[in-house]
Each structure stands twice: as structure tokens, then as C-alpha cells.
């Protein structure tokens, strides 16, 4: 049932059509009108049914939730009120939180309009806001949006997932504090009560790094986690650990199944200890925020301790699917989620792979046998989600296998002294005891992660690969698995073409990628960014806005990495080399000619024998006419660039009609990429 709903999630996702819907709905009632008839086969005409139920629900749910995110904002700024609905988020220059809008006021129309949309504000750096604060403001409220730039993080699809409909930055003097809501939300009553146990730490004399890590491992909260103590964690191959998720609630439930044990011997003590597990175990996800990657955990481990009333059978891919399509079918948008996928990968990876890592191999010595174990759960998790890894994060960890033998077991002890601390708080001794033993193993902890990350060769970075690559990278994982089962030579055979292929397909890549000559307009809000490549993995950059280059590497990371270019060459104003020639912001490459105009410089000005150029890029700056521009330049195309402003752009674009030369507005349409050798 779980292979259907995915299916009907992604066709409503990526192609929200409700006569699909109408289609899958009446497909399925065919199927059961067949099932009903006597000369079809009716156990697949009823299983057709069945999925194309399925399917069709999981599309009308999917498109139902999407909907309720996405809204029609006003391009014009308007007064709203809304909620506060979490904790501030401190940035580098503002505070931003997550609004709950319930309604606008229009000025124009003197209206006001009910809306009920989550929104990310972000306000001065000064704004001291808590949740469940109620707030007017004035301002414009955008829907996300992404750059389109090659290779970018898909910051909107990431927001809508979220349920995120928009953002809005507001000023000082554009906002005031209305009052507090009278009653709080559950999720809001669940924040405010780990506001209070992340204060409670806060007693504890611990440095910033270790208190961020404490909160990170037992409340969930990663908010003041800095980048040096993520990288550490991510190179080192144990990032999981800062996300509060299955291997922290694994240990809350072998704490309880441990305390709890005694019952099992009275009458109906087994009923009451796995109805007490459930109970305690959503306690903890309320006193950390009912976070959806606790939430899904939470349910997981409420199915599996429900079966132990009615089963002895531990838990199994069943009951992960399961634990999947409840969660699904509550927020279907969680299938996109990064964390929902490699949390069920990993949990999937070790269902199936450590029985044949025990299999394997069985220890005598108990010790042995806890490292044995611990590396095989490692081992199992990493492999089923090394394609996720390797997509998402374009890295892969090498010492992994040590890194967690350690770490996890450290963050274990952490939990349950950190448990100690919260519930003895009344007792002076137990406090200084446990307090001292959190700053030993936090030390030991960060001291361990820092130690490996900074290993050579810790990490294999900076793996780009095609969705083809990583799918035959998991189709490769399941033939090894299966040749591993059951050894045959057929088994073999088609692990080893798979291997082959793979390698034949980054070769091919690497080949075509040396051959690249191309010229990319970046959609740079500041002002024009065009990188001109060439087949020698050699590039130079221009920038009307002066940024500086080291900005630039790192807001394109992904795509220089990917085409494995060296840091491109700054552009000066007067520039000759083989491969390119700049004076006075006009640009020729290969056999192209770039004009950049950004002022009025070249206005009101004709040439008997105009240049042609093959792209004029129109920055920010220049207000003028295209036609101002013709007597000097014979125009083949123009490039509105990211930063001008909205209501120019248009009078561009509308004027470039008029004169009939193609446009492209950067703004609209994202990057834009003119392979040379191709033309």
C-alpha cells in the first residue's frame, strides 16, 4: 500500500492536475467491476483496484495540501496581523520567526480579508518576540521564490514543505507587539516548555559549543549549533546525532523496556508497561517540541510497542511501512522531507542488512559482540542511505565505522544523564554530579568528532552525481544484497555490469564536461554575474557589483564543484589575454560579444559601422531606452539582468518587442546559459 500512495504523492506534487484525480478514481472502479466479473483474473483486478485507490488518494491529498500553503500574496505592501508561532531565530542581521497570519487589512479597498497561512518575518536584530505574540505589520509579503541559478538549493520547494507560503522583511517603525494570545496551541505550549528545560541547562557551567550540542542531542534544539561544530559532526559521519530523531528515541525505549521489566512477571504487566512506554514516550516528544522528526519516530515505536501486545515479533519492514503511510497520509509533503527519508532508509537499511551481518558472524565475548553489533547498525544505515548521502550532501564520510562506535555509545550515557539532571532538579548533589559528567562526555564528544573530521582524507567531498548514477547506485546496493542472500553467478554477473556501467557513465560525464565552453548569466540581485568557461576547466568572472569573488565561490559552490572548475579569474576593466578581451565593459569571448551596460555612457550615441553584440546585459543603473542604445550596437539579444528593478524590466521587455530583439529577463526565468560550442 506504501508503493501506490508514494506514487500518487509525487504525480500530485509534480503534476497537480485534478482531472487525474477523476482518471485514477474511475480506473479504479473499472479494475473492481472487473474483479466482480467472473472471466477476469480477479485477484489482479482488485489489486489493480486497490493501488489506483491509493494512488488517486495520496494525488488528492498532496494537491489539497499544497494548496492550503500556496496563496495569492499582494505585489503591493499591506497591513497584516499575525501570530508568532515559535522561538526566535537569531541571524547575522535580523531575527526571524514563523507567523501565523490571520488576516489583512486593505488600505485601498478598506477591507479586511481572513487569511490563515504560516509566513517566515524576519525583523531588526533588537525585536524581542516570544511565541503566542500577537503582531501588526506593514509590509510586502513574497511568495518563495528560487534564483533559478545552475545547481542551486531549491529554497522554495523547501519552504512549501515546511508549509511555508511566504517571507517578509520588515523595518523598524513598521511593526508593533499587539498583545498575547490568550490560549496557546499545543505546539506553542510544547515550545514554551522546552524554552524552560533549555534554561535549565543554561545552569549548567558548560562552553557554548558543549551547551548547543546538549540541547541539539536531548531537546532537538539546533539553533545555536555553529558551523564549525556541524562540519565536525557532518565529515565525521555522525550528523545524526544532532538531529533528535530514531537513535535518540531508541534509547529512551530500551531505557524504558530496561526499568519497566519487572512488570512483565505480574498479571497484565505487559499491557500496562507498553501502554505506559507509549504515554511517556509523547511526553518526551512534547517536551521537545513535538518536532516532526520526533513525531514520526514517536509513531514508529507507538506501532512496534503496540504489536508487542498482540505479537513477540520485534519490529519489521511492515510495521516501517506502516509508520510511513500513517505519516504520509497526515502530511504527504513529508516524503520530500530529507530527514523522513534517510530516518526510514536507515531504519530499512538495518532491518534487512543485520541479520546478515549477525549471520555472518556471532561473537562469544560480550564486549565484542556490543562492537560487532554497533559497527553492523552502522554499516547497515550507511549503505541504505549512501544514495541519499550522495545526492543531498555530495560527500561521504570514510571513518564512520570508529566515529560511531564512540559517539553513539557517549551519546547514550549523555541522554541518560542529562534525564538524571532534569528529573532529581530539587537535589543539589545529583546536579553538580550530573553536570560535571555532561561536560566530561560533551568534551569527549566534540573533542572526538573535531579529532576525526580533521583526519586526511576523512571525507570523500564534492561527489556531483547525475539522478541515472544514483539510481544505479541503489539499484547496485539491492543486487549486492541479493547476491550476498543467495551467491549464483547470474547474481554476480549483474552486479559487475552495474559497476561497469556506472563507471562508463562518469567517464562520459568527465569527457563531455572537459569540452564546455560556455558563457552563464547568473540572476544576481546585486548586479551582473557572468562566468565565461572554458574546455580547460579554466574560468573568468565578471561582476558589475564589485562583490567579491570569494562571495561568489561560495553562493555557486555546487555548480563549481560539479563542473570541476578552478576559482575563476576576476575580469578587470581593461583586460587581454588567448582566451578573452574586456575594455569599457564590452566583452569578447570565443565568438561572442558581450556588452554590459549599467549607466548612460553609451546613450544617444551611433557608429557608422555599429558593433554587433551578441548580448547586451541591462544592469542595475541604466534607465534608459533599448532604442538609445541602437545607434551604436547592433543588438542580437538582450539580458535583463536580477537587479533591476521590477517595473523597469517590464518596460524592457515590452520595448524589445517593439523592436523585435529576443529578450530574456534573468528575474523570470533564472540563469541563463549560452553553450558556445554547440552553436
Given at each position: 500500500m506504501l508503493v501506490p500512495l508514494l506514487m500518487g504523492i509525487g504525480i500530485g506534487y509534480y503534476v497537480p492536475d485534478q482531472n487525474l484525480i477523476y482518471f485514477l478514481f474511475a480506473l479504479s472502479i473499472g479494475a473492481f467491476i472487473a474483479h466482480k466479473c467472473s472471466f477476469f483474473k480477479k485477484n489482479i483486478c482488485f489489486g489493480v483496484s486497490l493501488y489506483t485507490l491509493v494512488a488517486a488518494m495520496g494525488v488528492?491529498?498532496?494537491?489539497?495540501?499544497?494548496?492550503?500553503?500556496?496563496?495569492?500574496?499582494?505585489k503591493a505592501e499591506q497591513l497584516y496581523c499575525g501570530t508568532i508561532q515559535d522561538e526566535p531565530q537569531i541571524k547575522e542581521k535580523s531575527v526571524c520567526h514563523t507567523v501565523q497570519i490571520n488576516y489583512m487589512y486593505s488600505a485601498k479597498n478598506r477591507q479586511t480579508k481572513a487569511i490563515d497561512r504560516s509566513i517566515l518575518l524576519y525583523l531588526p536584530s533588537n525585536t524581542a518576540l516570544n511565541s503566542g505574540d500577537k503582531i501588526y505589520f506593514f509590509g510586502k509579503i513574497n511568495p518563495?521564490?528560487?534564483?533559478?541559478?545552475?545547481?542551486?538549493f531549491d529554497y522554495a520547494s523547501y519552504l512549501l514543505n515546511k508549509g511555508i507560503s511566504g517571507s517578509a522583511y520588515i523595518y523598524e517603525g513598521s511593526w508593533r507587539k499587539a498583545g498575547h494570545e490568550a490560549k496557546l496551541s499545543l505546539s506553542q505550549e510544547a515550545l514554551k516548555i522546552r524554552s524552560k528545560l533549555i534554561a535549565h541547562f543554561d545552569r549548567i557551567p558548560l562552553s557554548k559549543d558543549d551547551r548547543a550540542v546538549l540541547n541539539a542531542i536531548t531537546l532537538g534544539y539546533q539553533a545555536d549549533l555553529s558551523e564549525g561544530i556541524k562540519d565536525n559532526y557532518s565529515i565525521s559521519g555522525v550528523s545524526h546525532i544532532l538531529s533528535l530523531s530514531g537513535l535518540h528515541i531508541g534509547f529512551l525505549y530500551a531505557l524504558l523496556i530496561l526499568l519497566l521489566k519487572p512488570l512483565d512477571k505480574i498479571?497484565?504487566?505487559?499491557?500496562?508497561?507498553?501502554?505506559?512506554?507509549i504515554i511517556l514516550m509523547w511526553v518526551f516528544a512534547f517536551i521537545t517540541g513535538l518536532m516532526p522528526p520526533v513525531m514520526r519516530t514517536v509513531i514508529m515505536f507507538t506501532i512496534m510497542a503496540l504489536g508487542q501486545l498482540f505479537s513477540t515479533r520485534p519490529i519489521t519492514l511492515n510495521t516501517l511501512a506502516a509508520t510511513a503511510f500513517i505519516m504520509l497520509v497526515i502530511h504527504p509533503l513529508n516524503m520530500f522531507d530529507v530527514s523522513f527519508q534517510l530516518s526510514f532508509m536507515?531504519?530499512?537499511g538495518i532491518l534487512v542488512i543485520m541479520p546478515l551481518w549477525k549471520k555472518w558472524w556471532q561473537p562469544r565475548n560480550r564486549a565484542v559482540k556490543y562492537i560487532w553489533d554497533l559497527s553492523g547498525v552502522s554499516i547497515s544505515a550507511q549503505a541504505a542511505t549512501i544514495p541519499f548521502l550522495l545526492y543531498y550532501f555530495h560527500n561521504l564520510p570514510t571513518y564512520f565505522i570508529l566515529t560511531n562506535l564512540l559517539v553513539i555509545f557517549l551519546s547514550s550515557l549523555l541522554m541518560y544523564a542529562a534525564a538524571i539532571n532534569l528529573l532529581f532538579f530539587f537535589i543539589a548533589p545529583v546536579q553538580l554530579v550530573t553536570g560535571w559528567l555532561l561536560s566530561l562526555m560533551l568534551k569527549l564528544l566534540n573533542g572526538i568528532t573535531a579529532f576525526m573530521s580533521h583526519l586526511p582524507y576523512s571525507?570523500?567531498?564534492?561527489?556531483?552525481l547525475s539522478a541515472w548514477q544514483i539510481g544505479l547506485?541503489?539499484?547496485?546496493?539491492?543486487?549486492?544484497?541479493?547476491?550476498?542472500?543467495k551467491r549464483s553467478v547470474p547474481r554476480l554477473a549483474s552486479c559487475l555490469v552495474g559497476i561497469t556501467f556506472l563507471f562508463a557513465l562518469q567517464t562520459h560525464a568527465d569527457y563531455t564536461d572537459k569540452l564546455k565552453q560556455e558563457i552563464v548569466f547568473f540572476n544576481n540581485r546585486k548586479g551582473a554575474s557572468i562566468q565565461f568557461i572554458l574546455p580547460n576547466r579554466i574560468s573568468y568572472l565578471f561582476s558589475s557589483s564589485h562583490e567579491p569573488k570569494e562571495q561568489f565561490i561560495k553562493a555557486h559552490k555546487d555548480f563549481i564543484y560539479k563542473n570541476k572548475l578552478y576559482p575563476p579569474i576576476s575580469i578587470a576593466e581593461s583586460m587581454h589575454t588567448g582566451f578573452i578581451n574586456t575594455h569599457n565593459h564590452i566583452i569578447h569571448f570565443g565568438n561572442k560579444t558581450i556588452g554590459v551596460v549599467g549607466d548612460k555612457r553609451w546613450a544617444y550615441k551611433a557608429s557608422r559601422h555599429p558593433l554587433n553584440i551578441d548580448y547586451l546585459v541591462i544592469t542595475r543603473g541604466y534607465y534608459g531606452k533599448i532604442v538609445y542604445l541602437t545607434g551604436l550596437f547592433n543588438i542580437k539579444q538582450v539580458v535583463v539582468d536580477g537587479s533591476v528593478y521590477a517595473n523597469v524590466s517590464e518596460k524592457v521587455m515590452k520595448e524589445c518587442k517593439d523592436l523585435r530583439i529576443k529578450c530574456i529577463n534573468l528575474n523570470l526565468n533564472g540563469a541563463y546559459i549560452s553553450k558556445i560550442n554547440n552553436e
Open positions: 488528492c491529498l498532496t494537491i489539497h495540501q499544497v494548496d492550503s500553503i500556496k496563496y495569492p500574496w499582494s518563495p521564490q528560487n534564483n533559478g541559478n545552475p545547481n542551486e498479571r497484565g504487566g505487559k499491557t500496562f508497561k507498553q501502554l505506559f512506554i536507515a531504519v530499512a571525507s570523500i567531498d564534492h561527489i556531483y547506485i541503489a539499484s547496485l546496493i539491492v543486487a549486492w544484497l541479493l547476491f550476498i542472500t
